[in-house]
């Protein structure tokens, strides 16, 4: 059963401190995309890799944010420093551009910064 | 203007019930339209999808079509369960908006036993 995988599921931190969220996309996927949930703002895309390169990171604040591929297997979103308005639940979804564009999410990282 | 509206909830049925949920959208040309479905504590799932005018997706009871004339794409059920109440997204695809997905505000839906 291939799913999206994100850790952790939940993370603490105090304002300041550098915050990793990583994500396991689906074997096979060519596009990750980084989502922000929030009561406020709702559902907001974050970044959009295709092929592991970045294609649009928009949406995502350059001064404490950024958003990596290491390799196929791997994303991750980084906050540094982080800030309480960063507190929201952070979703990874992964895509084949091959197949039926369908986007598959990962369970969403729930960070609260104090 | 938003580029997907959805009704504002929550919308509170009792079981067995008929529902609505409306969406309409703005986008020039012919965008993919989809509806996902987030249940407490996971991620969004997409439950149907149409990608052009007249389409109707259709899974697990819910149907949804697709009305270029209206730019809508309402999400129905003839009888919902307890086991539906979740929050329900209406989203576009579409070369204007870089074929991203762009998704509505949500609608909360709460059905009562």
């Known amino acids: 059963d291939a799913r999206v995988t994100q850790t952790p599921r939940h993370k603490v931190t105090e304002m300041g401190q550098e915050v990793t969220m990583r994500c396991q996309p689906i074997l096979g996927h060519n596009t990750v995309f980084w989502y922000r949930q929030t009561m406020m703002q709702g559902l907001e895309l974050l970044a959009y890799?295709?092929?592991?390169?970045?294609?649009?990171d928009s949406g995502m604040p350059k001064d404490r944010f950024s958003a990596e591929m290491p390799d196929a297997t791997l994303a991750t979103l980084k906050i540094q420093p982080s800030e309480p308005r960063d507190s929201a639940v952070y979703f990874c979804?992964?895509?084949?551009?091959?197949?039926?564009?369908?986007?598959?999410f990962g369970p969403g990282t729930r960070l609260t910064v104090l | 203007g938003n580029s997907v509206t959805q009704m504002e909830g929550p919308v509170t049925l009792s079981e067995e019930a008929f529902l609505t949920i409306n969406c309409t959208y703005t986008?020039?040309?012919?965008?993919?339209l989809f509806w996902y479905v987030q249940y407490p504590g996971e991620g969004l799932q997409l439950l149907l999808k149409?990608?052009?005018?007249?389409d109707k997706g259709s899974n697990k009871g819910f149907e949804a079509t697709y009305r270029k004339e209206t730019t809508s794409f309402h999400l129905e059920k003839g009888s919902v369960q307890v086991s539906d109440s979740a929050v329900y997204f209406c989203a576009l695809r579409a070369a204007e908006y870089g074929n991203k997905l762009v998704f509505g505000a949500g609608t909360i839906l709460r059905v009562k036993s």
């Open positions: 890799f295709r092929n592991r390169a970045p294609l649009d």
């Open positions: 986008a020039t040309g012919y965008p993919s």
């Open positions: 149409a990608t052009k005018a007249d």
């Open positions: 979804a992964s895509g084949s551009t091959t197949f039926s564009n369908e986007q598959f």
